[in-house]
């Protein structure tokens, strides 16, 4: 009953004209850009961030989480309508969703797609309440040294899911910790790796450094490809899928929504993974599993509420732990540092207006969704059909007034340009961006409650094994290596034997 | 891809070796636990292991399928990425001496005509029409705290 009393609260707090708008126009802006071929919830967020400035730190969240929503509502659209995903966790959809488009049913697909999603999305927010409230009442009992294990086993786990090759994933993320080192450091206050730069003296700014790789790097490699779109035409009329439609996917639905709920709130997994294993599920207990890949609704609506419930679930880390557990919220939670609040469960303590307010506007966003996504689709298609020789400026333009605007400085800029060479490179050789993003963002509070439970346990370093909680996150953390490591050996021997025949 | 692959672990050695390195000029110790020496160092030695590990495994035998042909562009979009770059680099240069609309102005122009082959009048269009966009959206409206330069706006 608390719980609804502080959303309700939570909801006279956004039902004010001026976080309405700001609602509305992140839902707006979040989809306008989500849209755009590459270009994620990641970089969409951070590029949108100096929209944020000069509002007050709800009114600036309420934003961010309708950019967060529009953003990954806009990424299906191009999945459908140009078998282009507008980011990773809409690859899935562009499996049927395109397929459909082809033989005429691509509004049916946007259609059932932001059904789904909204759905998911309104499920997905309850589910957030009724995990976070009690976890964050459990995280209270946390010490340094329970945090120190917790963030080495959200570590692991964004390396081992964060892309193809997990050596790969490690080195990335071994480097985004490797930048977070640089600046004042956390125990004696010395600079490191500061080489008399006094912009370095703050450390590397993370919010600069995923609009490089994400957004800079992302838009280079589209840039240099010339990339043309050809989209499908999609009529109003067409938008509405019909009861039958609806009536045979409730179940796809509600499958999506719990899968990627469970999958977006555990550290790294997120909607990619959330969406390919709803895509797989929906497969695996479909009677026709063959029209599967030729236009099967049900291809569209898993995958989908997938994404968009992970989205949901990717909140209980940030809110409850204090710690991202995918780029999009280690980007969320720096903009929440922005604004002076310390993310973490004394967050529903301290702030209880703050987080019952992002939660109520999760659900408004999602209304918003709905009945400006559904019309406007056809209006969001017609950006597509813009030259990329002349979007491609603008997206460059947005990400320099961001990472501009972070400081006033044109350093910060210097940095991103340097990254978006990173991030192009990175792309190219198929490193993940992923875990360096969220191991800079975790390096400093690694390093921060390693000395802190060493202090307290005066140098012992059983304390991180003999602590009940500390111990049973780390030996998950051990076996979630020696399980990844015994599938590689397999693997391997399995790619030896192969040649050998 | 292996050949990139080898490169990344290369330049991941190096860097793992530059860490080891610069982590010994700071103490590994404080009173109770580490200093701040001590992530730079282990950081590094784990950066090294993973990237011996992965040159290594580049040598294996593997199969090589679609994804082990080299990915990485020919000189020419290499050549087209370093212009865009180059002029990204240009804006940063100048946009605190000319303003920020100003250097949209001339960043806009100059990508389109040189390196997306738009016509002279049709770039200085759009030159002008995000450089609008820009003042009434950033300056006038958000008033944010743009670089104003030559102008004054």
């Known amino acids: ?501 | 891809m292996k050949k990139g692959d080898r490169v990344f672990s290369i330049i991941c050695m190096g860097l793992s070796l530059w860490l080891i390195l610069e982590s010994l000029k700071f103490s590994y110790l404080s009173k109770f636990g580490p200093g701040p020496g001590f992530l730079p160092f282990w950081l590094g030695i784990i950066l090294g292991l993973i990237a011996l590990f992965a040159f290594v495994n580049t040598f294996s035998g593997e199969k090589k399928d679609k994804g082990d042909e080299p990915r990485l562009p020919g000189w020419g979009s290499l050549g087209r990425v370093g212009l865009i770059m180059l002029i990204m680099a240009g804006f940063a240069l100048f946009v605190n001496s000319l303003g920020f609309v100003l250097t949209v102005f001339f960043f806009v122009t100059i990508l389109l005509f040189a390196l997306e082959g738009v016509g002279f009048l049709k770039s200085l269009f759009y030159g002008v029409m995000f450089s609008a966009c820009i003042f009434l959206i950033f300056l006038y409206w958000m008033e944010l705290d743009l670089p104003k330069g030559l102008l004054g706006i």
């Open chain 1, 1 to 501: 009953m608390d719980a609804l009393h502080s959303l309700m609260q939570g909801f006279s707090t956004v039902i004010t004209p001026f976080n309405m708008g700001m609602a509305v126009l992140g839902c707006f802006f979040g989809t306008l850009v989500g849209i755009l071929p590459g270009l994620g919830p990641s970089a969409t967020i951070a590029m949108l961030l100096p929209l944020t400035f000069g509002m007050n730190a709800t009114s600036a969240m309420i934003m961010l989480c309708a950019i967060y929503y529009g953003a990954m509502y806009g990424g299906s659209t191009t999945s459908i309508l140009v078998n282009v995903p507008g980011e990773s966790a809409s690859v899935v959809t562009t499996f049927d969703g395109y397929q459909m488009a082809r033989q005429g049913r691509g509004g049916v697909a946007l259609g059932i797609s932001a059904i789904g999603s909204f759905i998911a999305g309104i499920l997905g927010t309850f589910a957030l309440i009724f995990v976070c409230v009690p976890l964050s009442a459990f995280t209270l009992k946390f010490g340094p040294a329970e945090y120190f294990s917790l963030i080495v086993m959200g570590m692991l786990c964004i390396v081992f899911v964060g892309g193809k090759s997990i050596s790969k994933s490690l080195m990335s993320g071994v480097i985004g910790m490797a930048l977070g080192t640089v600046g004042i450091d956390v125990v004696q206050g010395a600079p490191r790796f500061v080489y008399d730069i006094s912009q370095l003296m703050d450390g590397v700014s993370f919010i600069v450094v995923v609009m490089g790789l994400f957004g800079i790097g992302e838009v280079l490699v589209s840039a240099e490809e010339r990339m043309k779109i050809k989209t499908i035409n999609v009529k109003l009329k067409e938008l509405w899928p019909t009861l039958g439609d609806i009536w045979q996917v409730k179940w796809s639905v509600l499958r999506g929504t719990a899968i990627g709920f469970f999958i977006g709130a555990l550290p790294g997994a997120g909607a990619t993974i959330a969406s390919f294993l709803a895509y797989g599920i929906e497969k695996g207990v479909s009677k026709h599993p063959e029209r599967f890949g030729k236009g099967a609704i049900e291809g569209v609506a898993g995958p989908e509420s997938a994404n968009n419930a992970a989205s949901s679930g990717a909140f209980v880390p940030l809110l409850a732990l204090g710690i991202p557990g995918s780029g999009a919220t280690a980007v969320m939670l720096g903009a929440l540092m922005l604004y002076g609040l310390k993310p973490g469960p004394m967050l529903f303590h301290t702030n209880p207006d703050f987080v019952w307010a992002v939660i109520a506007s999760m659900f408004i966003g999602n209304i918003i969704l709905i009945f400006m996504n559904l019309p406007m689709i056809p209006f969001f298609a017609m950006g597509l059909r813009i030259p990329y020789r002349y979007l491609y400026p603008a997206i460059l333009l947005i990400c320099i007034i961001g990472a501009y605007s972070l400081s006033s400085n044109v350093y910060d800029v210097w940095v991103m340009l340097i990254f978006g060479v990173f991030g192009y490179f990175m792309k190219k050789y198929d490193i993940p961006g992923g875990p360096m993003v969220v191991a800079l963002v975790l390096g400093p509070m690694l390093e921060y409650n390693l000395y802190r439970a060493l202090a307290l346990s005066r140098g012992d370093m059983t304390t991180f094994f003999t602590r009940p909680i500390s111990g049973t996150l780390l030996a998950i953390a051990a076996i979630m290596i020696v399980v990844v490591t015994f599938k590689a050996v397999r693997m391997k021997r399995a790619l030896i034997e192969e040649k050998e025949e």
